[in-house]
């Protein structure tokens, strides 16, 4: 079976703050979070800040973006419409934690099911602009050396939290212990981690992606894991 990843479609159209906020014409962590961060790094663990609190300020606030059911947000977190979770319940899915937003009820943050993943050198498909020397848009077997090892922009791994500074990629699906119904959504246990936090992937398997293709729901691109120049667009 194939495997898709599920991105916003329009990812320039991020909407304002989740985790932060703006005090006095800064952008600043809301203090509810302070506890949060590494004090060595400074990197939040974000899925236990949403576990705690969303601020009711939270909202998806353009018109184009709420005509959409996928939007991104800060922190690399994905805001789904009512219509999607409509559409996850009514089709028997599972895997997603859905958090409703409390000052908009109309959209929900969501968190896929982590999965262990088993990979090397050969397994990891790498896009990191940090190490440069792009190959059909994934590094050369050097870079790729390079960035298991540690050595990115900011190298290396926090002593505090043990979270790398900065890496980027996709795992095989052959790689991942995947969930038994093929109506699972899932992610894995690598974390892509940028210099500010995690990017929270999305991972459906074909089963799902034909549902969503045959679905009215706008504003996403799947891309098939293992075959990354091979897309559906949810307009």
């Known amino acids: 079976m194939k495997y898709f990843d599920l991105m916003p479609a329009d990812l320039h159209a991020v909407q304002p703050f989740v985790l932060a906020h703006e005090v006095q014409d800064q952008v600043v962590l809301r203090p509810e979070y302070n506890d949060l961060r590494c004090a060595n790094c400074g990197k939040l663990d974000e899925e236990l800040a949403i576990d705690r609190f969303i601020s009711p300020a939270v909202r998806v606030?353009?018109?184009?973006?709420?005509?959409?059911?996928?939007?991104?947000?800060?922190?690399?977190?994905?805001?789904?419409?009512?219509?999607?979770?409509?559409?996850?319940?009514s089709s028997g899915m599972s895997g997603l934690k859905l958090y409703a937003l409390p000052g908009d009820p109309d959209f929900s943050l969501v968190i896929a099911e982590r999965r262990p993943a088993s990979f090397d050198r050969s397994t990891l498909r790498i896009q990191t602009p940090e190490l440069g020397a792009w190959v059909g848009g994934y590094v050369t077997a050097e870079c790729r050396t390079r960035l298991l090892e540690g050595e990115c922009r900011t190298p290396g791994t926090?002593?505090?939290?043990?979270?790398?500074?900065?890496?980027?990629?996709?795992?095989?699906?052959a790689c991942i212990d995947k969930p038994s119904s093929p109506l699972a959504w899932f992610t894995t246990s690598f974390n892509h981690e940028s210099e500010r936090g995690n990017r929270f992937t999305l991972y459906c398997s074909e089963l799902v992606a034909n549902l969503l293709s045959e679905s009215r729901l706008r504003g996403a691109q799947l891309t098939e894991l293992d075959a990354p120049t091979r897309s559906i667009r949810l307009k």
């Open 61 to 89: 606030e353009t018109a184009a973006a709420r005509r959409r059911d996928f939007v991104p947000m800060p922190y690399d977190f994905t805001a789904v419409s009512r219509r999607f979770v409509d559409f996850y319940h």
């Open 158 to 173: 926090c002593e505090a939290c043990q979270r790398r500074f900065v890496t980027s990629g996709i795992v095989a699906s």
